[in-house]
Structures are given as structure tokens and as C-alpha cells.
């Protein structure tokens, strides 16, 4: 059970349903770290509004921004995350062989040079200190432009909100994305 307990989104304003819908829509379930921020609706306007900026951004594949926020989340522990971005990353067909083998990306074929790149900058920016080196963004740099970098970066940041939100508050994950994330174990 979540440490804060989620609202009931029948109780929430019309404006706060649209916006329950839309994660609906687009996740086929209702997030209950969202249901928590909607106890203080500005919060949860404001992160409505960053995760839509965020993600329009469109330079880069849904696949690299997928597995960005996978190692994200998977290299800060946050368990609720983690099955998020697993339940995502399956939902957009990337296969669950690679999924699993995430950590393993720098020695495995599976993954190109960029998304290694890519990987290897989540991971080590999702660490506390930052271990992003010199030799690493120099790298990241070859594969992608600064508008790429920016957005890589941009989900990176957005997982690190999440995960330190949902890991102190103990979020209780949702039964279609603890069930994906299960696949992949």
C-alpha cells in the first residue's frame, strides 16, 4: 500500500479526469503516482505538462527513449518504475531478450553502438553523484546532436522526479504493469 493514499478518481474534478483519462488512454490503466499528485492539483498540472513536453519531443526512436528510462529507473531501484517502463517498453514491441538483458548492454549485440551510447548515459546520470565522465559524453555526443542529448537528458531528469517520488512513497504498482514487469524476470 502507498504511503500516501491515492485519490479516488471518481472524487476528482472534471479537469483532473481529462487528465486521468488521457493516462488512461495512452497507458490503458490510471497511474497511481498521478492519483497521488492529484491531491495537489497544481502539482499534478504541472508534471501533466512537463511529461506531454517531454515526450513530444520526437528526435530520437520510442525504442532508445524506452530503454532511457528503463535504466533510469533500473539503476536507481525504484521498483514502481521499473515496471512502468517494462510494461511500456513491451507494449511498443521491443523484445523482452533485450529488455532483460539491459545491463548486459555494453558486451551484448543486441543493443547498436547508439543505443549503448544512450544507455550508458541514463545509467550513469541516475546515479547519486551523477557518474556521467568526460569519455562518456564525448560518446553520447558522436551519435547524437544536442537537441537528442537534450531530450535523452530530459527523460532521464523526468525518471529521476519519478523515481524518487514513487520509491519514498512506496507507490503500489498497477496490476497490468507489475504483470509485464514479471515477464521479463
Given at each position: 500500500m502507498?504511503?500516501?493514499?491515492?485519490?479516488?478518481?471518481?472524487?476528482?474534478?472534471?479537469?483532473?479526469?481529462?487528465?486521468?483519462?488521457?493516462?488512461?488512454?495512452?497507458?490503458?490503466?490510471?497511474?497511481?503516482?498521478?492519483?497521488?499528485?492529484?491531491?495537489?492539483?497544481?502539482?499534478?498540472?504541472?508534471?501533466s505538462?512537463?511529461?506531454?513536453?517531454?515526450?513530444?519531443?520526437?528526435?530520437?526512436?520510442?525504442?532508445?527513449?524506452?530503454?532511457?528510462?528503463?535504466?533510469?529507473?533500473?539503476?536507481?531501484?525504484?521498483?514502481?518504475?521499473?515496471?512502468?517502463?517494462?510494461?511500456?517498453?513491451?507494449?511498443?514491441?521491443?523484445?523482452?531478450?533485450?529488455?532483460?538483458?539491459?545491463?548486459?548492454?555494453?558486451?551484448?549485440?543486441?543493443?547498436?553502438?547508439?543505443?549503448?551510447?544512450?544507455?550508458?548515459?541514463?545509467?550513469?546520470?541516475?546515479?547519486?553523484?551523477?557518474?556521467?565522465s568526460?569519455?562518456?559524453?564525448?560518446?553520447?555526443?558522436?551519435?547524437?546532436?544536442?537537441?537528442?542529448?537534450?531530450?535523452?537528458?530530459?527523460?532521464?531528469?523526468?525518471?529521476?522526479f519519478?523515481?524518487?517520488?514513487?520509491?519514498?512513497?512506496?507507490?503500489?504498482?498497477?496490476?497490468?504493469?507489475?504483470?509485464?514487469?514479471?515477464?521479463?524476470?
Amino acid at each position: 500500500m502507498s504511503r500516501i493514499e491515492p485519490e479516488k478518481k471518481s472524487e476528482l474534478s472534471e479537469e483532473l479526469q481529462v487528465i486521468m483519462d488521457q493516462s488512461m488512454a495512452l497507458m490503458g490503466f490510471i497511474p497511481n503516482d498521478a492519483l497521488i499528485m492529484a491531491k495537489h492539483p497544481k502539482l499534478l498540472h504541472a508534471f501533466s505538462q512537463l511529461v506531454n513536453t517531454i515526450y513530444s519531443f520526437d528526435s530520437i526512436s520510442e525504442e532508445t527513449k524506452s530503454m532511457v528510462g528503463l535504466m533510469a529507473s533500473q539503476a536507481s531501484g525504484c521498483v514502481y518504475c521499473i515496471a512502468h517502463t517494462s510494461n511500456s517498453a513491451l507494449e511498443k514491441n521491443i523484445p523482452a531478450e533485450k529488455l532483460k538483458n539491459i545491463w548486459e548492454f555494453e558486451n551484448s549485440d543486441s543493443f547498436s553502438d547508439s543505443e549503448k551510447s544512450a544507455i550508458r548515459i541514463a545509467m550513469n546520470a541516475a546515479q547519486t553523484p551523477n557518474l556521467i565522465s568526460d569519455e562518456d559524453f564525448n560518446d553520447f555526443k558522436k551519435y547524437y546532436d544536442e537537441n537528442q542529448q537534450m531530450e535523452i537528458l530530459a527523460i532521464v531528469s523526468l525518471f529521476g522526479f519519478l523515481n524518487r517520488w514513487n520509491s519514498s512513497l512506496m507507490t503500489e504498482i498497477e496490476s497490468i504493469p507489475s504483470s509485464r514487469m514479471k515477464e521479463l524476470e
